[in-house]
Each structure stands twice: as C-alpha cells, then as structure tokens.
C-alpha cells in the first residue's frame, strides 16, 4: 500500500534515486510560545474564576425570625454557603430558625433531613457506655475479644477505651487506602467510605499504625468500635443496633443510616463544597459508626441533646467525662481540650462545653452542649470547608461575638498537599491545550495523553 501523501502520485524509474525529504509538519494555529501563554492564562483562570459557594439569601427565613436574625449578625463577614440551620435547645422545649433556600428551592426546617457526619460518633460513645453497664463488653476488652480476624495483629491489640477516646494507634482511614481517598473525596467529590464492614476488618489487620496512647482521631477506629458492640449484643447491623438502643428510645423517628445514595431520605437537602459544586453524600454500612451516611433532623437531634441534658440518654453522662488530653483539627491544641468517650470537652468564656462536629461531602455540623446552664446549640451548615458551624454554637451558648473570618487555620501539611496538587493541575491544563492549541493533524499517543490529563485536571479544579 503507497504511503505517498503527496498530492501527485508518480513512480520513478528504479535506475532513478529518490532523495528522501524532510518530513512537512504541519503548521500550528499559533505559534508555539504563544499557544503555552495561552494555556497558561487559561489555566490560572480556571483555577481562579471558577464556581464558588454562593451566599445564603438571608430574606428566606423559616422558624423563629428573632434567633435567624441573632444568628446572621454572628456569621463571619466571609461567610458562604446556601443555607444554614440552627436549634437552640433546652429541657423544655427548643427555638428552631432556618436561613437561605437549598439549590432544590427547599427551606431549611426542624423536620428537614441533613448530614450530621461524626456527630454519631457521641452515639458510639453513649452505646459503649450502655454495653459496658449491661456486662456485654468491658472498657479494657482488646478489640481482637470480639473481632476475632484481628486476632495476632497490632489493632486487636487496642482496647475498646482506647478505640473510644481515640488513642488506639489505628490510622483515621486503612493506611493502603490513603491515595483512594485522595482521589475520590479531595478531587473527585465522590464518596471515599465505600468498604462493608468485612472488607475494612480486612484492611485493619494490615494497616500501618500509629503510637498506641496518643490522640490521633480515626474514623476506622470508631467504625471497628461500632461493630465491636454490634457482635456484642448479637444485632443484625448497627443500625439495628443503634436504632434498637438509642433512637427509639429517645424517639429519634428521623435518624436514618445509609448503606447507598439510594436510601437518602426524601425530603434532604444536599450541601456543596468550597467551589460550590455539589459533592456525593456519605454513605457506606461499614462506616456507618464514624459517620458516613448518617441523616438527622434537627428535631431529632433536638431530643438527643436534651436527653444529654437530662441524663436520660442511653450510657448516661459517664461517656461525657473528660478525661484525655485531645486536638479537635489535627496539628492545634486547644486550650483545655479533653476527649471521653468520643465526647470532646473545652472551657469557653467561663462555660465548660461538651460536644462533638462533622464534615461530610455537603455539609458542617456542630452539636455544643453546656450541662451547667442547661442549655444546647445545634448547628448545621450545608457547606464543608470553615468553621463556622463550631464557633456559632459556641457564640450562642456563651453570648459570645461573632467569628472574625470562617476560614479554618490550615495545617502545614494540608497546606503542602493542597500546592502540590495545584501545581500537577496547572500543569496537566497547560499541557492539555497547548496541545489541542496545535494544527489538527493525527493524533500522537502522547497527545491523547495530555487531553486526557487536561480532562481529569479540569475536572479536579471545576
């Protein structure tokens, strides 16, 4: 088959050589330097006009207009999201206010279904506490007593105490699975909690641990915890479990744990990231315990504070002692800062606090409780980046000021990752369209390579 592509076809006779001639390239649609400022400039915009959390419409208001109000003038001058939600509870009764519309046109209610992340890991505390009292389990049981596959292995090894004020050594997520994570939850957006509960046993017994003894929180700890007591009063699933155990009895009709995005409540309101793109709920029976997939309202989560409140909720107050020195971001020491049971205790302005946050995909929560005055703040935000959920409950419980900024302080390690990453994104995009910026020709395997890094680079950074 000739390969001639000129626009002649002839032969020459075989007595004549034939000169072999440089092959033509064809010309681009820019030069080349300028096509790499072109992608350049395209890139950094991307990167710096892209979509953002929008405001909260403060003139859509549900509930009580006097605690929206006090709650707008404590928000951050810099704060954005959609929407937020706040219940201020005490034993008689609560006053419940909701602030924006949802991208759905929903309001923001007392019987609206939302995230609370790893709020539910003070229910694991209080389920560890009520076990304990039933002779079911003991405080200084190893985790291998009732997970047997861990038997032999460092994470056997840990106790059930040390699983609960976090202290184990067990790594916040299965150390193979780090990358994963990175992947699906930091740059995709995507649910990162998608191991059964089998699968994560799997993954503990080869994990990379931590110093045992030291604070260092874990999801993957309070979800092996979780199935700890789960085997140990023979239920079917931990929902089973901590429906039988504690929902239902404090009433909590609206609680409900997610296995897939199929079983999200009718009726929830989904949050946004930082960039204002939508991110995947949570979901994932494995890590139901830590968090992931777990939907309240907040006149659910209204019951459960004043059953804290009361001393009426399951495992009583033992749970909420504090009794180990804890950081609630990693790498910042609190003042006072001190871990039981899951629970986290501070002093704030003379008020000793206990409580617990949550960050899922779409959302920010807080539930702040001070036993002494008798009073609770519950906080939902429908956004996941700041801070803002933690230092509104705490405003409100202690008649403190509004926050100055909603940004969070960023650990220098975070911070490392975050250039990292943003330096392989400009690069994938400018590599990327300097090479569609080329004149059309048959496409080099390295070109396909660079779009289709460009591809994924744009969708990382949208």
């Not at 006090?70 to 706040?86: E, F, N, W």
């Not at 495992?315 to 180990?324: D, F, I, M, N, Y």
Request: negative net charge; glycine residues 10%.
């Amino acid at each position: 088959m000739s390969t001639d592509t000129s626009p002649l076809h002839r032969s020459h006779p075989p007595s004549q050589q034939v000169r072999p001639t440089a092959s033509i390239r064809p010309r681009g649609l820019l030069p080349r330097w300028a096509c790499a400022v072109l992608a350049a400039c395209l890139a950094l915009a991307v990167l710096a006009v892209g979509p953002h959390a929008p405001k909260a419409d403060t003139s859509s208001i549900t509930g009580d207009k006097d605690l929206a109000k006090q709650v707008i003038s404590l928000l951050p001058d810099d704060y954005r999201a959609r929407g937020i939600h706040v219940s201020v509870i005490t034993t008689e009764g609560a006053r419940h206010a909701g602030i924006g519309t949802a991208a759905s046109g929903q309001q923001y209610t007392s019987t609206t279904p939302m995230e609370i992340g790893s709020i539910t890991k003070t229910f694991d505390g209080q389920l560890l506490a009520d076990a304990i009292a039933r002779g079911e389990v003991k405080a200084s049981d190893p985790l291998s007593t009732h997970l047997p596959e861990l038997a032999g292995t460092p994470a056997g090894e840990a106790t059930l105490e040390e699983l609960a004020s976090h202290r184990s050594g067990i790594p916040g997520v299965p150390s193979q699975d780090l990358s994963r994570f990175v992947l699906r939850g930091d740059i995709l957006g995507l649910n990162p909690f998608t191991d059964n509960t089998d699968q994560l046993i799997e993954k503990t017994r080869t994990t990379e641990m931590g110093k045992r003894g030291e604070f260092a929180y874990s999801n993957l700890g309070i979800s092996l915890l979780g199935e700890a007591l789960r085997r140990a009063a023979g239920a079917e699933s931990w929902k089973s479990y901590a429906s039988e155990r504690l929902f239902t009895p404090l009433g909590m009709e609206h609680t409900t744990l997610t296995a897939g995005q199929s079983e999200i409540p009718d009726g929830a309101i989904h949050g946004v990231q930082a960039n204002g793109r939508r991110g995947q709920s949570l979901s994932g029976p494995g890590s139901n315990p830590a968090g992931a997939g777990v939907w309240s309202t907040p006149e659910d989560m209204t019951r459960y504070a004043q059953a804290v409140l009361t001393g009426t909720v399951p495992g009583g107050a033992a749970p909420q002692e504090a009794r180990w020195p804890a950081e609630v971001l990693a790498g910042f020491q609190l003042p006072g800062e001190k871990v039981g049971y899951t629970w986290y205790t501070d002093v704030v302005d003379g008020h000793t606090i206990i409580g617990h946050g949550g960050t899922t995909m779409e959302y920010m929560t807080h539930l702040a409780i001070d036993k002494e005055s008798g009073k609770a703040v519950m906080v939902y935000t429908d956004q996941n980046t700041d801070g803002t959920a933690a230092a509104l409950a705490a405003a409100l419980l202690t008649d403190g000021q509004k926050a100055s900024s909603a940004r969070l302080p960023v650990p220098t390690e975070m911070l490392l990752q975050g250039m990292i990453l943003g330096i392989f994104t400009i690069l994938a995009l400018v590599m990327g369209l300097y090479t569609a910026a080329r004149a059309a020709s048959a496409p080099s395997r390295m070109a396909v390579v660079c779009r289709v890094s460009a591809l994924l680079a744009c969708l990382a950074a949208a």
